[in-house]
């Protein structure tokens, strides 16, 4: 399979912690899409297009993502602290 291109906002990375296992964590995990854009979440949401969004929870943080296959893209749309 060929790899997908992620893409997020610079922004984004502001939200999760400036060093530390957690960041690495969180980078490693978006990393990871680009060769296994299936990864499920452990949960979903809609979009305001109804688009199926994956939320993964690392952390202390969730990272929203989806995919779209046919462009082989994967755009992280948020990372923010998760629910508790």
Known sequence: MARYA???HFELLEVAPKRGAQRQK???FI???A???FIEGDFTDKDETSRTRQ???IGDYAVTYSADHPAKTVMVVDISLADK
């Open 35 to 37: 060769e296994n854009p």
């Open 6 to 8: 992620v893409y997020l």
């Open 55 to 57: 939320i993964k929870i």
């Open 31 to 33: 990393q990871s899409l």
């Open 26 to 28: 969180i980078l490693r």
